[in-house]
């Protein structure tokens, strides 16, 4: 039988926090023959791959352990999206969890022309334990009267994750392997291409998000990085606005190139508002 929703999951030298995100994959009220779960392990082999096929035998899912020796996270989506045979997919973080009804609202919600995004709630620990985050922001904003304007709800483009996207809408798109920062907001904007409407799962649908934080001298590291990536970010949404003109909403363009702007430029010394 073949799955209704494929969930891609990347992960690298994982440990106890990837069996929560699966524990909570396996508690999922829609039917198991409705989803199939491709778990893509990447980089190190051993002792990861054997101890994931170990406590895969506690799962009634179905679950497809794939492995590259390639490290990083776009390409290992990429390997989830070539293996994937649902008619919709949709992309989970190996840290973050789901809440039981998840798959289920995101199938009831679904639609073949759109995506269909869940409420996120970000945490730091425990659950319970909420954070603030622009997800969560702008799954309060959305405007059901305007859910055929991408531009509207342009913060819900910015993450390919908490959302059920057709096979259809992406087609040959891939993650850019070149980008280590924004490789999630490009891929959306390549999406919105064929995006007619954008639908919202009930607020108990949710997709909690692991908020972790780094120290100042490993942020300073991650802001060189970022900036070599906006300047690339900059390029590439260029390139594909002006090759494919009349597939993109012009005014989604501008926003992203000015959200680029602002974090190469600004982000360190203005306060978003």
């Known amino acids: 039988m073949t799955p209704e929703i494929s969930i891609i999951i990347p992960t690298y030298a994982p440990g106890e926090l990837l069996r929560m995100c699966l524990d909570s994959l396996e508690q999922q009220t829609l039917g198991k023959d409705a989803y199939e779960v491709c778990l893509v392990l990447n980089g190190d082999k051993e002792p990861y791959y054997a101890n994931i096929k170990e406590y895969l035998k506690n799962y009634k899912m179905k679950v497809h352990l794939i492995y590259s020796e390639h490290k990083g996270v776009s390409f290992a989506r990429n390997l989830g999206i070539d293996f994937a045979k649902g008619k919709y997919l949709t992309f989970i973080d190996d840290d973050d969890l789901v809440s039981p009804n998840y798959l289920e609202q995101l199938t009831?919600?679904?639609?073949?022309?759109?995506?269909t995004v869940a409420n996120m709630i970000a945490f730091r620990g425990q659950v319970e334990n909420v954070a603030d985050h622009?997800?969560?922001?702008?799954?309060?904003?959305?405007d059901v009267g305007k859910k055929k304007n991408v531009f509207r709800h342009r913060s819900l483009l910015s993450s390919a994750c908490c959302k059920l996207i057709p096979r259809t809408l992406i087609g040959d798109i891939r993650f850019r392997t070149n980008l280590s920062h924004g490789e999630d907001s490009f891929f959306m904007f390549m999406v919105s291409a064929g995006i007619r409407q954008i639908n919202v799962t009930p607020s108990s649908a949710i997709y909690y998000i692991r908020k972790r934080d780094d120290s100042s001298s490993r942020r300073k590291e991650n802001r060189r990085k970022k900036q070599k990536m906006e300047i690339k970010l900059f390029y590439f949404y260029t390139k594909e606005y002006f090759?494919?003109?009349?597939?993109?909403?012009?005014?989604?363009?501008?926003?992203?190139?000015?959200?680029?702007?602002?974090?190469?430029?600004l982000e360190d010394y203005v306060r978003p508002l």
Do not use: E, M, P
């Open 108 to 115: 009831k919600n679904s639609c073949d022309n759109g995506i």
């Open 134 to 142: 622009y997800l969560s922001s702008a799954y309060q904003r959305y």
């Open 243 to 265: 090759s494919h003109i009349k597939k993109y909403n012009l005014l989604f363009y501008v926003s992203r190139i000015v959200a680029t702007a602002y974090k190469l430029f």
